[in-house]
């Protein structure tokens, strides 16, 4: 048995009590074992403006690709792994509470990298 290839769309229901639209997609090359499989549910549809799955899978792929610090594809989209670096960063570091931390000039003006 092999791993799919980066790219693997499965639009398919996998679980049937499922009551909104979601897609699998597998982002990345596995380099050693299984290929890990995410899920990505569509938890909001605007009738007026919809956009196909198709193109909701596609973007996603896309920002899986989108990591600065990595050259490949990542598991989850970019937006998504930055986000919770940035959480993780802030919930161990600033011991204060969010408004004093970011009206604080010393952290205002200096540019931080995840």
């Not at 909104?20 to 982002?27: H, Q, T």
């Not at 909701?56 to 690709?65: F, V």
Request: charged residues 20%; glycine residues 4%.
């Amino acid at each position: 048995m092999i791993n799919p290839p980066p790219g693997t769309f499965v639009f398919q229901e996998l679980s049937p009590t499922k009551e909104r639209s979601s897609f699998n997609l597998v982002a990345h090359k596995a380099k050693q074992g299984t290929a890990k499989v995410t899920e990505y549910i569509i938890a909001y549809d605007n009738e007026e403006n919809h956009i196909t799955e198709d193109a909701i899978a596609q973007i996603t792929l896309e920002q899986c690709y989108n990591y600065p610090n990595f050259s490949g594809a990542i598991k989850i989209p970019a937006c998504l792994f930055s986000a919770a670096r940035l959480s993780k960063l802030v919930g161990e570091n600033i011991h204060d509470f969010p408004s004093k931390a970011i009206n604080d000039k010393s952290l205002k003006n200096r540019p931080f990298y995840l």
